[in-house]
């Protein structure tokens, strides 16, 4: 194995190791930081295959690798964070609060199955599981730092966590295509692009206006995640009413 193929697998490994930490920072209850650590995992997320690319050392050991880390990171780590939120206040014993732990074998569920298709650089179907990630991580992170405000006190009702959970679960083995924020060479304006573009003129829009109002800086990351997934599910559904 040379130093090309160690830096994609160093990375990927790194990714693993955000999503460890981040379990145990959300057992200490510093919810803040599991999504800070989240967050890191995410960029490594994005680097590995990146790096893999970039110096042609892809190989069949760091993508089995890199789903075991997502299961870890986008998987377990911020279903913990949502079921850890609710049992503070709930406690442990309500059936409700283990819903959310739902997710990570959902997650296993979505990367099995984009291991089977085996297609590099196609969409995805149902969301990736850093988008999952983001709104539960997202929605976690903003209950534990603004506690008592009126949007926390909605998401700690009993039903709407579960709910969230029970979506993006859905969300997760659903046939959706759902396109790739990844760039590729020659694509052109591509039915994928123009998405690309709507998204990021609807993220750009809400991060200017929760910057104008002074919201707490995850639910940027919620509004983003949210958006993507709007964006990819109106667009399959103008694609099924083209088809009729």
């Not at 009126?150 to 700690?156: G, M, P, Q």
């Not at 659903?174 to 990844?182: A, D, M, R």
């Not at 991060?207 to 940027?220: G, K, Y």
Request: glycine residues 8%; contains cysteine.
């Amino acid at each position: 194995m040379n130093i090309k193929s160690i830096i994609p697998i160093t990375i990927t490994s790194l990714n693993l190791a955000c999503g460890t930490v981040g379990v145990v920072a959300t057992f200490f209850g510093r919810i803040d930081v599991a999504f800070l650590i989240g967050l890191a995992g995410a960029i490594c997320d994005f680097f590995d295959g990146f790096s893999a690319r970039a110096l042609g050392t892809d190989s069949i050991m760091r993508n089995e690798l890199d789903s075991l880390a997502d299961m870890v990171t986008f998987g377990l780590l911020p279903s913990l964070m949502l079921f850890e939120t609710m049992a503070d206040v709930y406690g442990a014993e309500a059936f409700f609060v283990w819903i959310p732990l739902l997710i990570p074998v959902f997650s296993g569920l979505h990367l099995a199955k984009y291991n089977i298709d085996n297609q590099p650089g196609k969409c995805f179907l149902g969301p990736p599981t850093p988008v999952s990630a983001a709104v539960g991580g997202s929605i976690a992170c903003y209950m534990d730092a603004c506690p008592g405000t009126l949007f926390t006190e909605i998401l700690l009702t009993p039903w709407v966590i579960p709910s969230v959970s029970v979506i993006l679960c859905a969300l997760l083995v659903c046939k959706v295509p759902f396109f790739t924020i990844k760039f590729r060479k020659g694509e052109g304006m591509s039915r994928d692009m123009v998405l690309r573009i709507i998204f990021a003129v609807f993220s750009g829009v809400g991060l200017i206006v929760m910057l104008a109002c002074r919201w707490f800086w995850a639910l940027a990351i919620l509004l983003a995640a949210i958006v993507y997934i709007s964006v990819n599910l109106v667009a399959a559904i103008c694609d099924s009413a083209k088809k009729k």
